[in-house]
């Protein structure tokens, strides 16, 4: 499958705990983005990197969370002291920066906090 | 402040009776329209574009700048149509982000 990878598929995690997605995006995308999706929205966004520089974040972004995409090509969500509302399912996309703006999503990590 | 209303969560159709999921959208400048699916137990994926004026799997959908709508049409619905149904904007003034509808789910009665 040469579409976007994100890991791990399923974590489910204790409240208060530390937890790290990864998202391997389509290899000639410069751009990546990650959304959030809970039951019954359409995914909202968190924010995006074009290349290594996280260009938007959306104020959805709480202090807990942080992103990176140091070399321009994965990129990792951490969530830091998790909460019971963190729980839902987290999207990674990427897409080229000109031309067509197509964005090509991957599976999704579902989290569950406990 | 852009945003993208589809006013219905649920439709159901018979199987050969026409579709159409309605998406509205508010933005003061230039959006890029889409639609996405998402097919059961399947990553979200790229239905059609406005830009494209293409029809995919007998789908169309046409942007009324006047009514600020985005509509999505099939004549005949199939079975394997059944879906989850996104309508997205994206605007180059941000970074050629997506916002998403909060989807519609469309079920096929055989």
């Known amino acids: 499958d040469t579409g976007v990878s994100q890991n791990p598929r399923h974590k489910i995690t204790k409240r208060g705990q530390n937890v790290t997605f990864r998202c391997d995006p389509i290899?000639?995308?410069?751009?990546l983005y990650w959304y959030r999706q809970t039951l019954g929205q359409g995914p909202e966004f968190l924010t995006y990197?074009?290349?290594?520089?996280?260009?938007?974040k959306s104020r959805l972004l709480s202090d807990r969370f942080s992103a990176e995409r140091p070399k321009g090509s994965f990129s990792t969500l951490e969530i830091q002291r998790t909460e019971q509302g963190d729980s839902a399912m987290y999207l990674c996309?990427?897409?080229?920066?000109?031309?067509?703006?197509?964005?090509?999503f991957g599976q999704g990590t579902r989290l569950t906090v406990v | 402040a852009q945003r993208v209303t589809q006013p219905e969560k649920l439709l159901s159709v018979f199987k050969g009776a026409p579709v159409e999921l309605k998406c509205n959208y508010s933005?003061?400048?230039?959006?890029?329209l889409f639609w996405y699916v998402q097919y059961s137990r399947q990553r979200l994926q790229l239905l059609l574009r406005h830009i494209s004026r293409e029809s995919i799997k007998g789908f169309t959908a046409d942007l009324n700048k006047g009514e600020t709508s985005f509509h999505l049409k099939k004549p005949f619905a199939q079975e394997e149509d059944s879906a989850m149904y996104y309508c997205?904007?994206?605007?180059?003034?941000?970074?050629?982000?997506?916002?998403f509808g909060t989807g519609t789910s469309l079920t096929v009665i055989p």
């Open positions: 996309a990427s897409s080229l920066a000109s031309g067509s703006t197509e964005a090509f």
């Open positions: 933005y003061s400048g230039s959006p890029e």
């Open positions: 997205a904007l994206s605007t180059l003034s941000t970074g050629n982000q997506f916002y």
């Open positions: 990197f074009q290349n290594e520089a996280q260009l938007e």
């Open positions: 290899s000639e995308h410069n751009r």
